[in-house]
């Protein structure tokens, strides 16, 4: 399975963000997708999730500004960020699930991406 993550940039505060995540190697539609985020110094947390059915968790710290969403023909997950804030800015790693179903814990995801750098300025 490979992910590759990409649309990532500098951005002011306020902005905006679509972040995607090409997978391939197995069958993208029954597995659960996440994104998570690692700022400078700090551990990596959890921000985003989307079932094999498109059913959505949020971390309360974006909820409300993001959107993740999954195109099964493209085999790609998407995530919106809007009304971006500096606290936003950290490499942002998309992840596949071991299941249909993925939520907020490291250990339900089976592949990482590589990630992709979001800095907000402010």
């Known amino acids: 399975v490979q992910l590759q993550a990409s649309g990532g940039g500098l951005v002011q505060a306020g902005g905006s963000l679509k972040l995607s995540c090409a997978a391939s190697g197995r069958t993208f539609c029954n597995y659960g997708f996440g994104w998570f985020r690692q700022a400078p110094g700090k551990e990596r947390e959890f921000v985003a999730a989307?079932?094999?059915?498109?059913?959505?968790y949020y971390a309360d710290s974006v909820k409300g500004r993001f959107t993740i969403s999954r195109d099964n023909a493209e085999n790609t997950v998407y995530l919106q960020m809007n009304s971006l804030r500096p606290e936003d800015t950290a490499v942002y790693y998309c992840?596949?699930?071991?299941?249909?179903?993925?939520?907020?814990?490291?250990?339900?995801?089976?592949?990482w991406g590589h990630g992709t750098q979001v800095t907000v300025s402010s």
């Open positions: 992840a596949e699930g071991r299941r249909r179903y993925s939520g907020s814990s490291f250990t339900e995801y089976e592949y």
């Open positions: 989307i079932s094999w059915s498109g059913g959505t």
